[in-house]
């Protein structure tokens, strides 16, 4: 599906109608990770069904509202939850809330998501900061920007070279420091899902050089990237993953959102920091 920029507009405007808010920072928030827009003051929800365009999302952990209001001194946006692709949607329709952003002001985008721990030394409870990612999904053929090119946004051909914001990565170590959350940095690689991986899969992304897997946030990172925004991404390990077939563990999605108890006050402690170093 091609959107037009009529489509971004009107999604623009039901926002507007609600929220006088002009936001510069947008946050996307993932499994079991929304509770850091219930810390955003003058808060106002906007529920995704009354956004023309905008997916609906229908998994457990995943709230599907937009909240805006101010977090340490920036007008910000929050996405309460995402699309995926293995929801049926297309990578356009599971972009689109990026998109909408870059409208309405957005320049730096934050996003969080769950992420099973290919790194041996990961724990279910550590965050990772991502350097860089591998796109299995995007080389397999499904990338957001496949299709014509709106130079409204961006340029056809887009370098991913310097993905994730170094000054943003800067900062994000800094604040873990601040508060004493222990943070990891790595490469994410993202699947398709919703199957986790088998043991064989496993070992073969530690060989390719990832630290965590999940299924989510590279497209909407393509997408910023595309449209000049300053990207950040925290991964928040929620199970640890499983390389040996004889293993009596199975991964679910429960533990997934149990440990978004853990990981929510992290990652909160960490965005807060790196938003009150950009407003000095």
Request: proline residues 5%; negative net charge; glycine residues 12%.
């Amino acid at each position: 599906m091609a959107y037009t920029q009529s489509d971004y507009d009107r999604a623009v405007e039901a926002i507007r109608a609600r929220s006088a808010l002009e936001p510069s920072i947008g946050l996307v928030l993932g499994s079991g990770l929304g509770g850091l827009a219930d810390a955003l003051a003058e808060r106002t929800a906007v529920p995704y069904d009354v956004i023309p365009g905008w997916p609906i999302s229908t998994v457990e952990g995943h709230s599907g509202q937009l909240v805006l209001g101010r977090l340490e001194r920036h007008a910000v946006i929050a996405q309460q939850g995402r699309a995926h692709f293995y929801e049926g949607y297309t990578l356009q329709q599971v972009t689109f809330p990026i998109r909408v952003m870059r409208r309405m002001g957005v320049d730096t985008l934050i996003l969080t998501n769950a992420a099973g721990g290919l790194n041996p030394t990961y724990r279910v409870g550590d965050v990772m900061l991502f350097n860089d990612h591998i796109n299995l999904v995007g080389m397999a053929g499904n990338n957001p920007l496949v299709g014509p090119n709106d130079p409204a946004f961006g340029e056809r051909f887009v370098g991913m070279s310097q993905t994730y914001d170094s000054g943003l990565r800067r900062l994000a170590r800094e604040a873990a420091a601040a508060d004493g959350v222990p943070l990891h940095e790595g490469v994410y690689v993202c699947l398709a899902g919703p199957t986790f991986e088998t043991p064989a899969e496993i070992r073969m992304l530690r060989l390719l050089g990832g630290d965590a897997v999940g299924m989510s946030t590279v497209h909407e990172v393509i997408i910023a990237r595309h449209g000049g925004m300053r990207v950040l991404a925290l991964s928040g390990i929620t199970n640890e993953t499983i390389d040996q077939v004889d293993s009596d563990r199975e991964v679910n999605h429960q533990e997934v959102l149990d440990a978004g108890a853990v990981l929510v006050p992290r990652l909160s402690a960490i965005v807060r920091g790196v938003l009150r170093a950009l407003a000095r």
